[in-house]
């Protein structure tokens, strides 16, 4: 038999590959064997770390970041008729949430320096249905929040953070989940440490909190570890309409041993973002990520921008790549311009957003990189962008 023809001939960079080790091979192996496998002790656990490492007070952990946004939504009141502003250029589940809320998502365009929602834009969106406002840390960069907050406290308006990519990054030296009143984090393997899936919302605020941990299990009024060590026959009601969006002790098993090593992957991602800077530098037409003054780059991506005067079509330069053996990513998407959302809402005008998402290209990057394999994505990128 021979091999298929698509097989590229050298070995395949990946855009991304989780950091786990035997550490997660145990911890997940004793919960199996402590019988306790669905949400229990060690999602318990795993929320008490996060919350000490965010120094926040209260982390509700659930299935995936998806669904610790569409809680947050039912915990800021959005609802039907609401309207709730975020960016475009995110991943589709931030403006999916909104949906899923009943609301209506108001696109707003982002800086094209940061990538992050432009704060001198927001107010122009805001209308008398709006209820909310979604930041996005996009690709590990926190977004500007203080003027965002700001607007936010004068209009009366929630602000729900979408941290996904960002778990460790800080602004004006403060952790991201302990800045907004409600964040919401991804645990996926494409974000700085996963779970498999796995999602949290930290806050401060005790009601919220309470709310969320009742929302994300049917919306039942005891969880079943609360019932397990009572000393009395416990039984639950249910309030409001809830959900399963729990995460299981097997997945926080192994995101209680990922977090140990969260600040060494932090560590060796910057340390080979910048020096994809020094090496991408050299390549004309070809741009490298740049971080505003309050707030370090976490590189959950490494993202590189092409000029078109200079470059190869973006999509061909892909193409290329890969038949290199190199994985690359399209930037971040344009929401707006997805089929479901041009048929539900029509056509919305977000140019610094359209140029952004046409122009970007993420280069691989994860901890077992190697700098080798680092000169090669190099040489490759390189090669491959002239046009
Ligand atoms: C990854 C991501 C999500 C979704 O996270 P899941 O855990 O996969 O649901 C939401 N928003 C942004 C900005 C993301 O990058």
């Not at 203080?146 to 996904?164: F, N, S, T």
């Not at 009143?181 to 930290?202: D, L, M, N, Q, Y």
């Not at 060590?229 to 009601?237: D, F, Q, R, Y």
């Not at 690359?328 to 707006?336: E, L, N």
């Amino acid at each position: 038999m021979t091999s298929p023809t698509t097989t590229p001939a050298v070995t395949q960079i990946p855009i991304t590959k989780p950091y786990l080790g035997e550490e997660e091979i145990a911890a997940v192996a004793e919960a199996i064997r402590s019988g306790w496998v669905a949400q229990g002790p060690m999602v318990a656990k795993f929320e008490r770390l996060l919350a000490e490492r965010l120094g926040v007070e209260h982390v509700v952990a659930t299935s995936n970041c998806t669904t610790s946004l569409h809680i947050a939504m039912i915990c800021a009141g959005v609802g039907a008729g609401d309207e709730v502003i975020v960016p475009s250029f995110t991943f589709i589940a931030t403006a999916n949430a909104v949906l899923y809320a009943g609301a209506r998502p108001v696109f707003v365009d982002i800086d094209p320096r940061t990538y992050n929602m432009d704060p001198t834009k927001v107010e122009a969106a805001i209308t008398p249905r709006t209820k909310a406002i979604v930041p996005v840390d996009q690709i590990g960069l926190a977004a500007e929040l203080d003027p965002i907050l700001e607007i936010a406290q004068r209009h009366g308006l929630r602000v729900i953070e979408d941290a996904a990519p960002a778990l460790g990054a800080t602004y004006r030296g403060r952790p991201i989940g302990s800045i907004s009143p409600v964040t919401c984090f991804s645990f996926h393997p494409r974000k700085s440490i996963t779970t498999g899936e796995g999602g949290a919302i930290t806050t401060n605020d005790a009601e919220i909190a309470a709310r969320a941990r009742v929302l994300r299990s049917h919306g039942a009024s005891v969880s079943d570890l609360a019932r397990h060590n009572a000393s009395h026959v416990t039984i639950e009601e249910y309030d409001e309409l809830g959900y399963n969006y729990r995460m299981s002790d097997i997945h926080a098993a192994l995101g209680t041993v990922q977090l140990t090593r969260l600040d060494e992957i932090l560590a060796k991602r910057q340390h080979m973002a910048e020096r994809y800077n020094r090496l991408i530098a050299q390549i004309p037409g070809v741009s490298t990520p740049s971080a505003p003054d309050y707030a370090p780059h976490t590189y959950q991506s490494y993202c590189v921008r092409l000029d078109p005067e200079q470059c190869a079509p973006r999509d061909e330069v892909m193409e290329r790549m890969l038949q290199l053996g190199i994985a690359t990513r399209r930037g971040v998407m344009a929401i707006h311009e997805e089929p479901y959302y041009v048929k539900r809402f029509g056509t919305v005008s977000l140019p610094v957003t359209e140029e952004a998402t046409r122009q970007t290209i993420l280069l691989p990057l994860f901890y077992e990189m190697t700098e080798e394999q680092q000169d090669r994505v190099v040489e490759a990128l390189h090669t491959t962008v002239r046009a």
